[in-house]
């Protein structure tokens, strides 16, 4: 089996729900240093080649919760995570060793909280200086993602009046149930949680909402919203050197280069709400696979990209 092939399947093998990221952040760590890079934990992130500061990929260990068991079937690898997001994860670092002579330019960090709050992003946001990012998600080999979409994240609170159930009068649930068609009007808003009875009911929501879109909540008496967490969407330059570097090194191996727009978020969004340098994702992987049973890679795919990986990496920092 192929080291980088051995290196994703060992990583997917080890459960790493967000929380729990122990164990795989050290396989990583043991992997790198054994292929002579220098690699460190730092707040439960993995780092590698600290000091570099000319580019970013950034990817993350953690997964959602639920098990995929590991199989290699027909050239598919099954498992939890192999394909959000530790395939782009593992391709990033096979390519990233192969490439020794760029090693005090690249720093990668994997981080273990991407699926819960993107704390390690905020902290690497303010703290690092910025730098042309590569944010490790998956959009297909020879897909370049340059935008997601904005994030709100609220809790609705709604208080209804004491009726008979013989009257027109609305109870919570049923007014909770009408907010939700009239924001359905516009958007594609996902009910997380919702509890409680006729006189109160809690209902959170979350809602992706695109660059050029604003998101109106409704009035209504007796609603009251509580913000959780509202990330802005993010799109990059298609023009950027970044892009272009990728745009070569698909082609480079024999690809159609294709524009992705997701209609989630990541990592991107976090760092694109500061910084101005180029952002873009790149990973192996069908999305759609993402937080689901049927959770699979192409081990094809996943080789022909961290060939597109080595290849960009180096066109990046040749025109910098």
Same mark, same amino acid.
């Given at each position: 089996?192929?080291?980088?092939?051995?290196?994703?399947?060992?990583?997917?093998?080890?459960?790493?729900?967000?929380?729990?990221?122990?164990?795989?952040?050290?396989?990583?760590?043991?992997?790198?240093?054994?292929?002579?890079?220098?690699?460190?934990?730092?707040?439960? =992130? +993995?780092?590698?080649? /600290?000091?570099?500061? *000319?580019?970013?990929? !950034?990817?993350?260990?953690?997964?959602?919760? #639920?098990?995929?068991?590991?199989?290699?079937?027909?050239?598919?690898?099954?498992?939890?995570?192999?394909?959000?997001?530790?395939?782009?994860?593992?391709?990033?670092?096979? =390519? +990233?060793?192969?490439? /020794?002579?760029?090693? *005090?330019?690249?720093? !990668?960090?994997?981080?273990?909280?991407?699926? #819960?709050?993107?704390?390690?992003?905020?902290?690497?946001?303010?703290?690092?200086?910025?730098?042309?990012?590569?944010?490790?998600?998956?959009?297909?080999?020879?897909?370049?993602?340059?935008?997601?979409?904005?994030?709100?994240?609220?809790?609705?609170?709604?208080?209804?009046?004491?009726?008979?159930? #013989?009257?027109?009068?609305?109870?919570?649930?049923?007014?909770?149930?009408?907010?939700?068609?009239?924001?359905?009007?516009?958007?594609?808003?996902?009910?997380?949680?919702?509890?409680?009875?006729?006189?109160?009911?809690?209902?959170?929501?979350?809602?992706?909402?695109?660059?050029?879109?604003?998101?109106?909540?409704?009035?209504?008496?007796?609603?009251?919203?509580?913000?959780?967490?509202?990330?802005?969407?993010?799109?990059?330059?298609?023009?950027?050197?970044?892009?272009?570097?990728?745009?070569?090194?698909?082609?480079?191996?024999?690809?159609?280069?294709?524009?992705?727009?997701?209609?989630?978020?990541?990592?991107?969004?976090?760092?694109?709400?500061?910084?101005?340098?180029?952002?873009?994702?790149?990973?192996?992987?069908?999305?759609?696979?993402?937080?689901?049973?049927?959770?699979?890679?192409?081990?094809?795919?996943?080789?022909?990209?961290?060939?597109?990986?080595?290849?960009?990496?180096?066109?990046?920092?040749?025109?910098?």
């Amino acid at each position: 089996m192929d080291r980088s092939v051995e290196l994703l399947s060992s990583l997917v093998s080890i459960p790493s729900p967000t929380g729990s990221t122990e164990r795989a952040v050290e396989s990583l760590r043991a992997w790198c240093v054994g292929n002579g890079m220098d690699a460190v934990i730092d707040r439960g =992130a +993995l780092v590698i080649n /600290p000091g570099a500061r *000319d580019l970013l990929l !950034l990817g993350h260990i953690d997964t959602v919760p #639920g098990e995929v068991p590991l199989k290699v079937e027909d050239g598919i690898l099954w498992g939890r995570g192999s394909v959000d997001a530790k395939g782009p994860l593992c391709a990033a670092v096979s =390519a +990233l060793s192969e490439l /020794p002579d760029l090693w *005090d330019r690249v720093m !990668l960090v994997a981080v273990p909280d991407e699926e #819960g709050g993107s704390e390690t992003a905020k902290r690497l946001r303010d703290e690092l200086p910025e730098m042309p990012c590569i944010i490790l998600e998956p959009g297909g080999w020879d897909g370049i993602t340059i935008s997601y979409r904005g994030r709100a994240l609220f809790d609705v609170e709604v208080n209804a009046p004491r009726a008979h159930s #013989g009257s027109n009068e609305l109870f919570a649930p049923e007014v909770a149930i009408d907010l939700f068609n009239k924001l359905s009007e516009s958007w594609r808003p996902r009910v997380l949680r919702i509890e409680g009875d006729q006189l109160r009911t809690l209902m959170r929501l979350d809602i992706r909402y695109p660059e050029d879109e604003m998101l109106v909540l409704h009035e209504i008496p007796g609603v009251t919203y509580h913000s959780v967490e509202n990330t802005p969407p993010y799109s990059s330059d298609k023009r950027s050197p970044l892009v272009r570097s990728f745009l070569g090194a698909i082609r480079s191996q024999g690809g159609t280069p294709a524009f992705k727009k997701k209609t989630g978020t990541s990592d991107m969004n976090v760092l694109g709400v500061k910084w101005k340098t180029p952002i873009i994702a790149y990973g192996p992987g069908n999305s759609s696979l993402d937080h689901t049973d049927s959770e699979r890679l192409d081990i094809d795919e996943y080789a022909r990209s961290t060939g597109v990986l080595k290849e960009a990496v180096k066109r990046s920092l040749s025109s910098s």
